[in-house]
Nanobody
Framework: QVQLVESGGGLVQAGGSLRLSCTAS????????MGWYRQAPGKQREMVAT??????????NYADSVKGRFTISRDNAKNTVYLQMNSLKPEDTAVYYC?????????WGQGTQVTVSS
């Protein structure tokens, strides 16, 4: 089992910044991918940014809508993944979920609300 705990959401004005954190605990060895997804009201959950473990390197993937504004990073010693969100827009408003994939199982955090006011 893997437990994921998010923090860092909140209310911010357009153009502002927030940093989300996700700390993993439990049996975290062999996690294949870890990252962030979001779900806005009435919309499907979508990928925001992810790390995926490759054979020799790790891959970072961003949604087109956040490229250049959001940065995913990690601290392996703390088992924590971060999402730095800059130049926030009202359309970034959503519940942000941390995700970890440990094939064949997928784990989700409880979600943290990000609200961007115009």
């Amino acid at each position: 089992q893997v437990q994921l705990v998010e923090s860092g959401g909140g209310l911010v004005q357009a153009g502002g910044s927030l940093r989300l954190s996700c700390t993993a605990s439990g049996i975290i060895g062999s996690i294949n991918a870890m990252g962030w997804y979001r779900q806005a009201p009435g919309k499907q959950r979508e990928m925001v940014a992810t790390f995926t473990r490759g054979v020799a390197i790790n891959y970072v993937n961003y949604a087109d809508s956040v490229k250049g504004r959001f940065t995913i990073s990690r601290d392996n010693a703390k088992n924590t993944v971060y999402l730095q969100m800059n130049s926030l827009k009202p359309e970034d408003t959503a519940v942000y979920y941390c995700n970890a994939k440990k094939i064949p199982t997928e784990y989700w955090g409880q979600g943290t609300q990000v609200t961007v006011s115009s």
